[in-house]
């Protein structure tokens, strides 16, 4: 029989064995998510999205000074259902961004405050048929609402991110899949408004090729240089914009479907493999801005 002494040796050692057990399967299960946290974390900075969208909205300040009569009636239609749309095509991107930081917060960031986010999850938004929005994608933003609102406040663990994702990857995908079809429309618009503006100026400065009217030729055709690096860059943005949707939609689906695998190593180099691209995205859209 053992004495008390004994006794309380073997218990101390089995709780220290334990503590060391509870202590590596914390570590393991951190560096298992360090990779979907910077995947989460780079998605969550891609604004590429309402960036495009504020230009979308603006069309008509842009086309106002080159466009009359007609045009120019059918140019303020459309801006005033561009103005009305503009709200609820922006909650798209919060809902997903907001999704995103979530996710990044479960998975061990804590550099995000969500608290304020929780004020776009409150009200819906409603279908555009002409912009490609339609009834899926408003059922896909309410889901993934009730989804970040249900995970936004959780523990830091990786039962949530599993059950987060698993919750969350169908109506995310839908979602993403709406706002490429909006990056697609957008860029629609743009094409538009260029082969409107540029062709105004292709006009008018044939009548300007004249001794006395260098000096306008000269301002319109500088004028014209400037509105073609515009639209560049812009198709710059909306390509670089596109790749990183389609690359949330890999990195998520692929979070999901090695859901319960994410600490193998063919994993977590996909996942980190497509971080770092988000962030060159990132980057390329900056640079596309000048």
């Known amino acids: 029989m053992q004495s008390a002494p004994e006794c309380l040796i073997r218990v101390m050692k ?11 399967i ?25 960036e495009l969208t504020t230009r979308f909205r603006d069309t008509y300040q842009r086309e106002q000074p080159y466009v009359s009569g007609a045009a120019e009636t059918l140019a303020k239609d459309n801006d005033k259902r561009r103005q009305d749309a503009y709200p609820d095509l922006l909650k798209i991107h919060k809902t997903v961004s907001l999704y995103m930081q979530t996710l990044a917060t479960l998975a061990g960031d ?26 899926k994608h408003v059922d896909a933003f309410s889901s993934i ?17 599993r059950e987060m994702v698993m919750d969350g990857d169908p109506h995310l995908q839908t979602l993403l899949d709406g706002m490429l079809s909006l990056v697609s429309y957008y860029k629609k618009t743009n094409d538009n408004e260029r082969k409107s503006i540029v062709g105004f100026f292709d006009i008018e400065i044939q009548y300007t090729n004249t001794p006395k009217d260098k000096l306008l030729s000269t301002l319109a055709k500088a004028h014209l240089q400037s509105k073609n ?7 710059a943005r909306y390509a670089e914009a596109e790749k990183g949707i389609m690359s949330i939609k890999d990195g998520h689906k692929k ?11 063919e994993v977590k180099t996909v996942i980190e493999r497509i971080a770092k691209d988000i962030k060159t995205i990132r980057d390329n859209i900056e640079a596309a801005r000048s």
């Open 14 to 24: 089995s709780i220290k064995y334990a503590i060391l057990i509870t202590l590596l």
């Open 26 to 50: 914390t570590i393991v299960g951190c560096v298992n998510l360090k990779e979907v946290r910077d995947f989460a974390g780079e998605s969550a900075k891609l604004s590429a999205y309402t």
């Open 110 to 135: 804590e550099t995000f405050d969500l608290s304020k986010g929780m004020d776009d999850l409150a009200s819906g938004i409603k279908t555009y048929p002409n912009l490609g929005i339609d009834e």
């Open 145 to 161: 609402s009730k989804v970040v609102a249900k995970w936004i406040t959780s523990a830091y663990q990786e039962r949530a991110v």
């Open 229 to 235: 690096r515009e639209y560049q860059l812009a198709d």
């Open 255 to 265: 979070i999901a479907e090695n859901i319960d695998n994410l600490s193998s190593l």
